[in-house]
């Protein structure tokens, strides 16, 4: 697999780094520290603000200061809407800056906006966090694709593991433009958590759902677990920062809204997010980033989907992929909160994707 030849990259490789949404913003931190240090490159920073109403507490825990702040996000915007505005808007900067690499993270609808309007520009594309695959385009919905296509795109590919490079060498990409690199939310999660004091355990479940693909049915099949297992487990808090799509909000407080201990809460800031991590028992969640995360501070973790692209944590056996049944989410839920042998086995401290360097690794290639 070739891609087209851009024009060669200058003797001081000026870098744009674009991101959109919290998870972008928390994972491509370490590479702008990273890229910040080193003088042989010049780095800047692009923000679409696809998730302006949580970039901004994240942008400020982690340092990032954007150069270009392109301010996409509007109500109840389509996929295709934001797309093409991101890809114009993207281009405009593309224009000014002149990068020789733009740096994308992910699979995000920013991600592939900034990995085609490069591509357009004849810049150089490097993805981090390469490589992660379903085999199905419905789920994740539209990320497979996007990574996918952005992989196609790239001129350097990131994996954060093993499995992700594989995944690639397999499609045929060359083994030549790809590094293994781990991911780089380690890197963040280990600078966050080293400004916090100890954590305070507490009985409580943390959930995370908003997935696109769980809009509807799976929700409504989601939400009606999370009520039974509040039921069975009176004294165990079950707390849900809520995302603001009104596809989640409204559905979250028609289902759960009236139970004592279920506690919907707004959006949380990163560092408060990490807390709560540090301090629950049990981690319920569609979230592909929690899945890497909470294996670093021993929680267990049941995944709500049906494939998941991150299956090293559940080969682990730190996290269990459970789907959207409520009788297997109850029962696997309540076994771990009952069962101390069964909780033991998956509640260890162990990280399979990452050793907190990855950040240095993505900054030295891209420095040449």
């Not at 490069?118 to 966090?129: G, I, L, W």
């Not at 045929?172 to 600078?191: C, H, I, Q, S, Y």
């Not at 949380?268 to 979230?287: F, I, K, M, W």
Request: aromatic content about 4%; overall charge negative.
């Amino acid at each position: 697999m070739s891609s087209p030849e851009p024009a060669l990259v200058s003797a001081r490789p000026r870098i744009l780094v674009v991101y959109g949404t919290r998870p972008e913003a928390i994972k491509v931190a370490p590479i702008v520290w990273a890229l910040t240090r080193r003088s042989e490159v010049t780095v800047e920073v692009c923000s679409t603000g696809q998730h302006r109403e949580m970039l901004a507490p994240v942008e400020a825990a982690l340092g990032l200061v954007p150069d270009h702040d392109l301010d996409l996000m509007r109500p109840d915007q389509t996929l295709n809407d934001l797309l093409s505005r991101a890809v114009v808007a993207v281009d405009r900067v593309l224009t000014r800056s002149r990068p020789d690499w733009l740096v994308v993270q992910g699979d995000t609808t920013t991600a592939m906006a900034g990995a085609l309007a490069a591509f357009h520009r004849r810049v150089r594309v490097a993805h981090v966090e390469a490589g992660l695959r379903t085999g199905d385009l419905g789920h994740p919905f539209p990320e497979e694709a996007n990574r996918l296509l952005i992989d196609r795109l790239a001129t350097l590919l990131f994996p954060p593991t093993a499995r992700a490079r594989d995944a690639l060498l397999a499609e045929g990409v060359p083994a030549a433009r790809m590094l293994l690199t781990g991911n780089t939310v380690v890197d963040a999660l280990e600078r966050i958590a080293a400004g916090l004091g100890p954590p305070v355990e507490r009985d409580e479940v943390l959930v995370t759902v908003h997935r696109r693909e769980s809009f509807g049915e799976p929700l409504a099949r989601i939400f009606r677990a999370v009520g039974e297992l509040a039921r069975h487990f009176p004294e165990t808090r079950f707390f849900y920062p809520v995302h603001r799509n009104p596809n989640v909000t409204g559905p979250a407080h028609a289902a759960l809204g009236g139970l004592p201990n279920v506690e919907l809460a707004e959006p949380l800031d990163y560092v408060a997010l990490v807390e709560h991590l540090r301090g629950c028992r049990l981690v319920l969640t569609d979230s592909g980033g929690i899945q890497e995360e909470a294996p670093t501070f021993g929680k267990p973790v049941l995944v709500l989907r049906e494939t998941t692209e991150r299956p090293e944590g559940i080969e682990a056996g730190v996290a269990a992929l459970v789907g959207t049944d409520p009788e297997r989410i109850v029962a696997t839920a309540s076994r771990l909160l009952t069962d101390a042998d069964a909780y033991a086995a998956m509640a260890r401290r162990l990280q399979p994707y990452g050793d907190g360097k990855a950040g240095e690794r993505i900054a030295a290639a891209l420095a040449g």
